[in-house]
């Protein structure tokens, strides 16, 4: 079975930065994009980016860009997601997500097909 | 970026009802487009990809129908489960996300 665990809710203050891990199992980790999406309280889904992990190429959000690193481990099927200089608005809760690709008349599709639990980022003075 | 939005952003029917929710696109998307369902506490679940897929393991009550703009998703005979946001996606280009509809009980 796929799975995606992420790392443990986090704290902390305004302008500091909070680094956050996907750990997946039950595939070949470096064959499908993991992507990063946040939910703040009361809000929507917001897309961040995501990360090739065969190749370490990434792919940002424009509001994220400058602020946000993604990166990969392949030998313990790892991503993280650092965001830096914090602010309140990024309190959220925040999903790695695997994408799937299929190929649906001739055309490839693309989509989040198993999810990490969430990680609680809480951002406060 | 393209923008996402949803109509209604939220909705009241009761069990066995069927709702329908739809989504529009700033710009053509093709079938780009896929819905998710959210329930608090927990991980989005994938329901349909490429506008009218249905996800594997989803029941056959979700559907969805549309291309170039403008799409839906529809959910015949609400159960009590089906209760939830749900959200639209589009994946041609720099993927952003509908606001969300949220299905409440009436």
């Known amino acids: 079975q796929v799975h995606l665990v992420q790392s443990g809710a986090e704290v902390r203050k305004p302008g500091a930065s909070v680094k956050v891990s996907c750990k997946a199992s039950?595939?070949?980790?470096?064959?499908?994009?993991i992507h990063w999406v946040r939910q703040a309280p009361g809000q929507g889904l917001e897309w961040m980016g995501r990360?090739?992990?065969?190749?370490?190429?990434?792919k940002f959000a424009q509001k994220f860009h400058g602020r946000v690193t993604m990166t990969r481990d392949t030998s313990i099927s790892t991503a993280y997601m650092e965001l830096s200089r914090l602010r309140s608005d990024d309190t959220a809760v925040y999903y790695c997500?695997?994408?799937?690709?299929?190929?649906?008349?001739?055309?490839?599709?693309?989509?989040?097909?198993?999810w990490g639990q969430g990680t609680t980022v809480t951002v406060s003075s | 970026d393209i923008q996402m939005t949803q109509s209604p952003s939220s909705l009241s029917a009761s069990v066995g009802d069927t709702v329908t929710i739809a989504c529009r696109a700033s710009q053509s998307v093709n079938k780009h487009l896929n819905w998710y369902q959210c329930k608090p506490g927990k991980a989005p679940k994938l329901l349909i990809y490429a506008a009218s897929s249905l996800q594997s393991g989803v029941p056959s009550r979700f559907s969805g129908g549309g291309s170039g703009t403008d799409f839906t998703l529809t959910i015949s005979s609400l159960h009590p489960e089906d209760f939830a946001t749900y959200y639209c996606q589009q994946t041609f280009i720099t993927w952003t996300f509908g606001q969300g509809t949220k299905v409440e009980i009436k």
């Open positions: 990360i090739n992990p065969n190749n370490g190429g990434t």
């Open positions: 997500a695997r994408e799937d690709i299929v190929l649906v008349t001739g055309i490839y599709y693309y989509q989040m097909d198993v």
């Open positions: 039950g595939y070949t980790f470096t064959v499908n994009d």
